[in-house]
């Protein structure tokens, strides 16, 4: 199994290494199965040194209306930290991999691969910084729009009641280590306990954003060098013009 990454980021900061200051990643991962592909996955990195903060929700949270509803999921009700038990899993590394779903075509469910995903998902994008993992435990079949999205990953997908379908899910993903946070879509765990190893070359892909990606190439563009200019669809390689 083998997962192509695409990583995109969605806030403002400039440094050539993200992990220097906190930022907002969005990660899409295709999978595939001996070439074939399998699935498909959408996740977000949001680091920064307190991401309960409200600073942090206007430089990271509000930069996008998936990553707002998120934060305002796991506010706790005194508005003033997480849900448990996110203060104690954030204290020393202050990151959160939020991952929106992990979702297998047919053909290829039944054999293991989803708990293969997750691990190398963990495994490649999960650095150092990174306490908690969480991810949406609502059903795919049964989130909005489901057949407008997922049209071929929610066929042949149970099709019971949401409650049913979503305490099976949730009991799947017991075996995976993960806790139900109360009062919320989401499943947590610490990463060790998802996978053993997580890799020391982060992030598995270059980072694409608009400040320093080539409008043309779309390879990394060094903003401290001399070798690209501002073109009208954003800055590109001096060579690639
Ligand atoms: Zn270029």
């Known amino acids: ?103 297998l075509f047919p053909d290829f469910r039944g054999r293991e691969l989803g708990r293969e995903v997750m691990r190398q998902l963990v495994r490649c994008c999960a650095d150092g910084n990174i306490g908690a993992v969480l991810l949406d435990a609502s059903p795919l079949q049964h989130r909005d729009g489901a057949y407008d999205f997922f049209d071929h990953e929610v066929r042949a997908l149970p099709w019971n009641g949401d409650e049913q379908d979503t305490e099976k899910l949730r009991g799947y993903l017991r075996g995976w280590g993960m806790h139900q946070m109360a009062k919320t879509r989401y499943m947590v765990a610490p990463p060790g306990s998802l996978s053993d190893t997580h890799t020391a070359k982060w992030p598995p892909v270059p980072i694409l954003c608009f400040w320093n990606t080539c409008a043309y190439c779309r390879r990394w563009i060094d903003t401290d060098g001399d ?6 669809e954003g800055p590109i390689h001096l060579g690639c013009r």
């Open 1 to 103: 199994m083998e997962i192509d990454w695409r990583i995109e980021r969605l806030d403002e900061g400039e440094m050539q290494d993200p992990r220097d200051e906190g930022c907002l990643l969005r990660i899409v991962g295709k999978v595939k199965e001996e070439g074939v592909a399998a699935g498909q996955l959408e996740a977000y990195y949001i680091l920064d040194v307190d991401l309960a903060s409200s600073r942090a929700f206007f430089e990271l949270w509000d930069m996008d209306g998936e990553t707002c509803a998120i934060y305002e999921e796991l506010m706790a009700p005194s508005q003033e930290d997480f849900r448990e038990p996110l203060p104690r899993l954030l204290e020393t590394r202050p990151g959160l991999l939020v991952i929106d779903y992990i979702a």
């Open 227 to 232: 070798d690209w200019e501002n073109g009208p």
